[in-house]
């Protein structure tokens, strides 16, 4: 009885090791996610701002200028800070 409890008490510490592996991955994957797509969301964010303040413009004629005070440069049909 004594080695069943042991045997058992064994498998659950093994068990939370895994979990706790599992988990760390998932939040890796989740922190590398959120780096790549938070760069591509940001620009989004830049162009709906662009659209919203020149809305007859479709982009060839205005300069959208960056947070850091110099002009973004036109690539395609959006803008981006350098």
């Known amino acids: 009885m ?27 994957v989740a922190m590398v996610t959120i780096t790549v797509a938070g760069n591509e969301l940001s620009k989004t964010f830049t162009d709906i701002q662009e659209a919203v303040t020149n809305p007859g413009d479709a982009g060839a004629t205005s300069t959208y200028s960056c947070p850091d005070g110099t002009t ?11």
């Open 72 to 82: 973004a440069v036109l690539h395609g049909h959006k803008y981006h800070c350098q």
């Open 2 to 28: 004594i080695q069943w409890i042991r045997d058992r008490m064994q498998r659950s510490g093994q068990s939370m090791v895994e979990f706790a592996l599992i988990l760390v991955l998932v939040a890796c």
